[in-house]
């Protein structure tokens, strides 16, 4: 299931990111933090199946508690308040949020010992790596 996902994940690169905050309408300011920032991903599961996954940065810290293909409501690190469902599609954890009649997905996989997340909005791609901590 999502057994690969769980751990801490450092940040090591962050591509296209405020291309894809603006293809978001994320406003300049909150941008500027954003592309600074450089979260650590902890993902866990409980033993009702659970899984809590949670951005943590000294800007902000941001969790969400779900279960797989079941939609739930979100508010995300940029205050948008969003239906969000989460699921497992070929190896890989995919977010999909909707709001205001838009939609964005982030797709999470584990290679090379990497998690790599695609950010997509349009045909605005943007690619966050993160190694696991010990």
């Not at 079941?70 to 948008?80: G, I, M, Y």
């Amino acid at each position: 299931m999502v057994d690969k996902f769980v751990g801490t994940w450092k940040m090591i690169n962050s591509e296209n990111f405020d291309e894809y905050m603006k293809a978001l309408g994320v406003g300049f300011a909150t941008r500027q933090v954003g592309n600074r920032t450089k979260p650590n991903l902890v993902v866990s599961v409980d033993d009702q199946g659970l899984v809590c996954m949670k951005s943590q940065s000294t800007f902000k810290t941001t969790e969400i508690k779900f279960k797989l293909n079941e939609s739930f409501e979100e508010t995300t690190a940029d205050d948008r308040k969003t239906t969000t469902l989460m699921s497992l599609d070929d190896g890989k954890l995919v977010q999909k949020q909707t709001w205001d009649g838009k939609e964005t997905t982030i797709e999470r996989e584990v290679t090379d010992g990497k998690l790599i997340a695609k950010c997509k909005m349009g045909d605005v791609v943007a690619v966050r790596t993160y190694m696991k901590e010990a």
